[in-house]
């Protein structure tokens, strides 16, 4: 069974990544556990789901992750308040 596979880098990197697999980094933390991850090789971008397990960063995703942020920021904020 043949899978296809969304190419985000060019053919070299993008081929680099199918045989070694992706080197993901942190490209913005969301939270203390979520966080979105980009390959440096092919550009893909992908996240921490609920399970704590990587999937893509969908346009939704997206949505919900600077949704959590606003509220984790917030939240963070508040409490930084009432010690204070």
Do not use: W
């Not at 043949?2 to 939270?31: A, D, E, L, Q, R």
């Not at 999937?55 to 949505?63: F, H, I």
Request: aromatic share 8%; net charge positive; charged share 20%.
């Amino acid at each position: 069974m043949k899978t296809s596979t969304i190419h985000h880098g060019n053919k070299i990197t993008s081929f680099f990544c199918n045989v070694f697999g992706h080197h993901y980094v942190v490209s913005k933390k969301v939270t203390q556990h979520i966080k979105e991850y980009k390959c440096i090789h092919c550009q893909k971008q992908v996240t921490t789901d609920v399970s704590g397990k990587l999937s893509a960063l969908t346009p939704q995703m997206q949505d919900i992750n600077s949704t959590l942020e606003d509220m984790y920021r917030k939240r963070r904020s508040r409490v930084v308040h009432q010690v204070a």
